[in-house]
């Protein structure tokens, strides 16, 4: 696989153990800016490089769960079942995908009522933290897809995580909302997850061709520094051409330019010391 990209970020070490995971929630309170499609392919991506991944479907749309060929709305167990069950096994609903190494918790539109039925819980900030706990050992990344919203599901994501990576569609209004976004991340650090920190901001949809698309990166790195990805994800519609054959770019496309983008993100995520 001929990446022109490959000589910035080196080639990850082979583990030769795994876990404990490390926690990545995939946040934006925006819809279609590109979490899910960042979820499925950097998990598929850490996947190839030999890290066991397990992706967490937390969005009542699904899209994580079919992008990567389950079909949620079948199935009775889901992340939401688990999150209100008495005695939840996450490991009963874990399904495998087609890329080795990766694993899928699936949602489907029952999620949408876990927020309201959520509140009157004890603790019930830390719901999703611990029904992951059991499987901590097993995995070395767990990435969430988030919903687009900042409600309580989203803060269960961030008190459950160690990092969140924010993606942004590199286009005029990527940064409106941001600012709300990164006070609920310092609000969660501050009172229920001290661990919590902002791995990095994604630009994602980049048409690199266009001035436009320059400028937004240019304030996007103005406001946010170092902590922009250095890898940028282009526009290109070989990523919807995946989604609809409910595999990563990875391996529906190979060695398309998206799916080197991915891998480099990922070899960029583990030499930040953001993964195993
Ligand atoms: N780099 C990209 N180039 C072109 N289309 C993209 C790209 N990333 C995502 N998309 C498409 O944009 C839409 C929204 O992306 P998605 O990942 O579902 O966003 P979110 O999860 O934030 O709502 C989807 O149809 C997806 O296939
Ligand atoms: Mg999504």
Redesign the pocket.
């Known amino acids: 696989m001929d990446d022109p990209a490959d000589q910035d970020f080196p080639y990850p070490p082979e583990l030769e153990s795994h876990g404990p995971a490390r926690i990545i929630a995939m946040c934006?309170q925006k819809?279609?800016?590109?979490?899910?499609?960042?979820s499925i392919n950097l998990a598929a991506a850490l996947a190839e490089y030999g890290r066991r991944v397990l992706l967490i479907d937390f969005d009542p749309q699904g899209?994580a769960s079919a992008g990567l060929g389950v079909n949620a709305r079948a199935l009775d167990r889901t992340i939401y079942t688990e999150l209100l069950a008495p005695k939840p096994d996450i490991t009963e609903i874990i399904h495998e995908t087609i890329v080795d190494g990766l694993h899928v918790v699936p949602a489907n539109i029952d999620l949408s009522a876990a927020e309201i039925q959520l509140v009157s819980e004890v603790g019930r900030e830390h719901t999703l933290a611990r029904v992951l706990r059991p499987v901590m050992d097993d995995y070395d990344v767990i990435i969430i897809?988030c919903q687009?919203s900042l409600g309580l599901l989203t803060v269960n994501a961030l008190t459950a995580a160690h990092g969140v990576i924010i993606?942004l569609e590199a286009e005029f209004f990527a940064m409106r909302g941001v600012a709300l976004l990164v006070e609920q991340i310092e609000r969660v650090t501050e009172r229920l997850n001290p661990k919590l920190r902002l791995d990095g901001v994604l630009l994602?949809?980049v048409d690199n061709r266009t001035l436009h698309a320059r400028e937004v990166i240019a304030s996007v790195e103005e406001g946010f520094g170092d902590r922009v990805f250095d890898t940028k994800?282009?526009?290109?519609?070989k990523?919807?051409d995946a989604?609809i054959a409910a595999e990563p770019i990875t391996t529906y496309a190979p060695t398309h330019n998206?799916a080197h983008a991915y891998r480099r993100l990922a070899r960029e995520v583990i030499a930040r010391g953001h993964s195993a």
Do not use: L
């Not at 819809?31 to 960042?38: A, D, L, P, S």
């Not at 994800?233 to 519609?237: M, N």
């Open positions: 934006n819809g279609g800016v590109g979490k899910t499609t960042t899209a897809d687009p993606p994602t949809m994800i282009s526009r290109t519609v990523f919807p989604t998206g």
